[in-house]
């Protein structure tokens, strides 16, 4: 079945620890985003990719980094530097297209609590 | 820029009442529409969308018509049941080359025996 999955489910930390969260995507998708959801909010867009080695940054990527060495990898790096970084966080994938359909698809999300 | 403007909730219905969630957008160009469900617990799935002005999407008894005079896209449901206990996003994608999609603050609905 094709998807998209994030690991781990649930990811605690301490504070000043770096952390980073997997997603992975066999829809042969060409981009992805990353999302943090808060209670009561919605969606905001930290980064996104539209093709290998390029990514660019969303509404609130202060104190995230990815990488996207691969088609099928976007993994997102929670820093030290990320002031209140307990959340849930999405990723999806969508086909890249010069129109302005982009249906997205997501994962199940990640939950980190920085304890 | 983008954005898209949603009733707050939550709402809470009993089954088989009628479900209707407001939804307003500004947008550039030409935008394409979405509703997303969110279960509690999980990712987003995408409900329905309409792609221009007088589509109508539908889903499982859901429908929501995008209506460009009123820059609205209304959700609705003719009787809900326990299992629609969800949150619900609506979300636009402009038509100006970008891949982003802007979310409202999601609606969360509870649905009661």
């Known amino acids: 079945d094709g998807g998209i999955t994030q690991s781990p489910k649930y990811l605690f930390r301490k504070e000043g620890q770096n952390v980073t969260l997997s997603c992975e995507q066999n829809l042969n998708h060409d981009a992805m985003y990353w999302y943090r959801q808060d209670p009561g909010q919605g969606l905001r867009l930290i980064y996104y990719s539209q093709i290998v080695n390029d990514f660019q940054k969303g509404d609130i990527a202060e104190g995230y980094s990815v990488s996207r060495e691969k088609k099928e990898s976007f993994p997102l790096t929670v820093t030290s530097a990320q002031k209140n970084p307990t959340a849930f966080y999405l990723c999806?994938?969508?086909?890249?297209?010069?129109?302005?359909?982009?249906?997205?698809?997501f994962g199940p999300g990640t939950r980190l609590t920085v304890l | 820029g983008n954005s898209v403007t949603q009733m707050e909730g939550p709402v809470t219905l009993s089954e088989e009442a009628f479900l209707t969630i407001n939804c307003t957008y500004t947008?550039?160009?030409?935008?394409?529409l979405f509703w997303y469900v969110q279960y509690p617990g999980e990712g987003l799935q995408l409900l329905l969308k309409?792609?221009?002005?007088?589509d109508k999407g539908s889903n499982k008894g859901f429908e929501a018509t995008y209506r460009k005079e009123t820059t609205s896209f209304h959700l609705e449901k003719g009787s809900v049941q326990v299992s629609d206990s969800a949150v619900y996003f609506c979300?636009?994608?402009?038509?100006?080359?970008?891949?982003?999609?802007?979310f409202g603050k999601g609606t969360k609905l509870s649905v009661i025996p």
């Open positions: 947008a550039t160009g030409y935008p394409s």
């Open positions: 309409a792609t221009k002005a007088d």
């Open positions: 999806a994938s969508s086909i890249r297209t010069t129109g302005s359909y982009n249906e997205q698809f």
């Open positions: 979300a636009l994608s402009d038509g100006a080359g970008s891949y982003q999609l802007t």
